[in-house]
């Protein structure tokens, strides 16, 4: 009897364990992908209102295991704008780091933040705000991406490298290979974009799967532009 009661417990605990991960996952989110933007490339494609000689986060971005961008809820949220008048340091290195190449106008600066939580971010509610936000900068800061790169030898001043040195360099900081995405243009392969896997708490770099890294749209040789005079 006592037996079938310890049975039953665990049972129970087994069912109700299976049906908690299933609902947490259910929206199939995996892992997330940091994406820094490098303007020079960037801008290219996108009319932008100002260039910045420095990577700034796109977004941090809830994916699927097999590397597919989930859709955020797209709900309204004024709470979380507020979090983040609330803490003036991580409001200044947003300012810093996600900064929105498209406009000069402070609030739609602040825009850019929640628009990315709304249509990315919230697919996910394992990293909620201001937390979210405050990996994202965390994450991007670590990377240092043009000192990373600067230090590899690699200098945004229009020289083109191999891919395999972006790569490297890259994954002496995270310890993975990056996804690299470019624009084609004036005959030259012009670094655009870095994606970065980071496991489901922000916390970690994880490898990305296969077929994100085989994805990247730049080539054998990339050119990591500067300025146009
Ligand atoms: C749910 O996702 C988390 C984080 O990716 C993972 O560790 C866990 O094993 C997943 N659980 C299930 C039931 O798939
Ligand atoms: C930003 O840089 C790109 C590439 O160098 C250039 O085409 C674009 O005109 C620049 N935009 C501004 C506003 O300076
Ligand atoms: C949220 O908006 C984006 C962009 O407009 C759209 O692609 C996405 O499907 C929407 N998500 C939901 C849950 O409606
Ligand atoms: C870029 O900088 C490197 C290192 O200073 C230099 O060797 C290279 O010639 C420069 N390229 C251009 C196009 O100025």
């Known amino acids: 009897m006592k037996t079938k009661a310890a049975y039953l417990f ?3 605990l087994l069912v ?3 049906t908690y991960c299933v609902a947490q996952n259910s929206s199939g989110f995996h892992h997330f992908w ?10 290219l494609e996108v009319r932008c209102a100002r260039n910045v000689s420095r990577f700034v986060i796109h977004g941090l971005w809830p994916v699927t295991l097999n590397e597919k ?8 949220q004024p709470e979380i704008l507020e979090s983040l008048k609330n803490d003036e340091s991580l409001w200044d290195n947003l300012m810093y780091f996600w900064l929105s190449l498209s406009t000069w106008d402070k609030d739609k600066l602040q825009n850019f933040w929640i628009y990315q ?5 919230s697919a996910q509610q394992q990293v909620v705000p201001p937390y979210y936000f405050r990996r994202a900068v965390q994450l991007t800061r670590y990377t240092d991406l043009l000192n990373t790169l600067n230090s590899a030898g690699i200098h945004a001043n229009g020289s083109s490298y191999p891919k395999v040195e972006f790569r490297k360099a890259i994954k002496t ?4 290979n990056p996804s690299l995405n470019c624009v084609f243009e004036g005959g030259h392969f012009q670094l655009k974009e870095v994606f970065i896997c980071v496991d489901a ?3 970690n770099f994880i490898p990305c799967q ?17 300025r146009t005079k």
């Open 10 to 12: 665990f049972y129970t």
């Open 16 to 18: 109700s364990n299976i």
């Open 173 to 176: 900081k995270t310890g993975h």
């Open 117 to 121: 939580w709304k249509i990315h971010g």
């Open 201 to 203: 708490d922000a916390t």
């Open 34 to 43: 940091l994406v820094q933007v490098w303007p020079y490339g960037y801008c």
């Open 69 to 76: 961008t989930l859709p955020g809820t797209n709900k309204s």
């Open 210 to 226: 296969r077929k994100k890294i085989n994805g990247e749209s730049c080539r054998d040789t990339i050119m990591f532009p500067t």
